[in-house]
């Protein structure tokens, strides 16, 4: 009977607990090697200058939109004239 209570329990453990605690470890390792060719092409490869420049001519771009968006609805609020075409 004690031998059958073992065998149960060890059958329980692997069904259960078996690959579980592998699958995380596996996952995690992947990540960890994934970030780490990331980072030796991010700072090899010049990447750090390529993506800075993106991102600053991104926000002059977001910054010209809001301006001209503020003006355009400052236009229509103030003295904004419509010219209708003539007929001829």
């Given amino acids: 009977m004690l031998q059958l209570i073992k065998e149960f329990r060890a059958l329980w453990q ?6 579980k605690g592998q699958d995380l470890i596996e996952y ?6 994934v ?3 990331g980072y030796l092409i991010y700072t090899t490869s010049g990447l750090q ?3 800075q420049s993106i ?3 991104a926000g002059s771009v977001t ?6 968006a503020t003006g355009a609805a ?3 609020r103030g003295s904004y004239s419509i ?5 001829g």
């Fill in 55 to 57: 991102f600053s001519n």
């Fill in 83 to 87: 010219r209708v075409p003539e007929e």
């Fill in 14 to 19: 692997c069904k259960y607990f078996g690959e």
């Fill in 28 to 33: 995690a390792l992947l990540l960890a090697i």
């Fill in 63 to 68: 910054s010209s939109a809001a301006a001209v």
């Fill in 49 to 51: 200058a390529s993506i």
């Fill in 74 to 76: 400052t236009n229509y």
């Fill in 35 to 37: 970030v780490g060719i």
